[in-house]
């Protein structure tokens, strides 16, 4: 079944740096494609839904990437500040369909001032 | 945006006991979800409830868990008996359409079985 593999799973970068976080998925058949922020205590928050058709999305202070061809999902935080300080989760709804959705294992990111 | 509520957030038992963890999903939403998260690993899928039936389980949805919401009340995941292994953090999920609608999820219940 899919894997989905992500990395870094610590990151720590000063306020103002960029932060990447990059998902490996295996299914080339996979469709939808999730980013999850989980501050201590809450929820996961979603920050961005992503259909396979679409290779660049901007958010709002980020840009996720969809590289079809390596099936590679990445999160681009452009300049970070310390409230985006959180466990970074990907997730992909595999091409199997079926309700299940998978996740990546979750990247730790501490910015600093 | 839409919140998911999980009571308690939580809990303690021994092992052998049973639990019930609760989850208020998203009011028009009719999907719902559990996911298992143990410590330091990557959250897992367990079980996808529609319609009053479960409707997707994985292999971590063992014979001793059971899902269900009685007359649209709390989505609940009963675990009898717990075991050592059932420690972690529960998350619920609910999601208005099937799998690629997206969906929103809880804090999570902490369950430490002893």
């Known amino acids: 079944g899919e894997q989905v593999e992500q990395r870094p799973p610590h990151l720590s970068v000063r306020e103002g740096d960029s932060a990447v976080i990059i998902c490996t998925y295996t299914d080339p058949n996979s469709y939808y494609f999730f980013w999850y922020k989980q501050e201590p205590g809450a929820g996961l928050q979603l920050l961005m839904k992503v259909f396979s058709s679409t290779e660049i999305n901007e958010g709002q202070g980020f840009t996720v990437l969809l590289n079809k061809k390596d099936k590679q999902l990445s999160l681009n935080l452009t300049a970070a500040h310390p409230g985006d300080s959180a466990v970074y989760f990907c997730a992909v709804i595999p091409g199997t369909g079926g309700y299940k959705v998978v996740f990546g294992s979750g990247t730790r990111l501490l910015v600093s001032p | 945006g839409p919140k998911v509520l999980q009571i308690p957030s939580h809990q303690i038992i021994d092992m052998g006991q049973m639990v019930t963890l609760n989850c208020d999903p998203v009011s028009n939403h009719l999907y719902f979800y559990w996911y298992k998260q143990i410590l330091g690993q990557q959250m897992e899928f367990l079980v996808n409830?529609?319609?009053?039936?479960?409707?997707?389980k994985s292999k971590l949805f063992k014979d001793q868990f059971s899902v269900e919401r009685p007359d649209g009340s709390y989505f609940t995941l009963k675990i009898q008996p717990t075991a050592l292994e059932d420690s972690a953090v529960y998350f619920c999920?609910?999601?208005?359409?099937?799998?690629?609608?997206?969906?929103?999820f809880g804090p999570g219940t902490r369950l430490l079985v002893l």
């Open positions: 409830f529609y319609n009053g039936k479960v409707m997707e």
């Open positions: 999920a609910s999601s208005l359409d099937r799998g690629q609608d997206t969906q929103y």
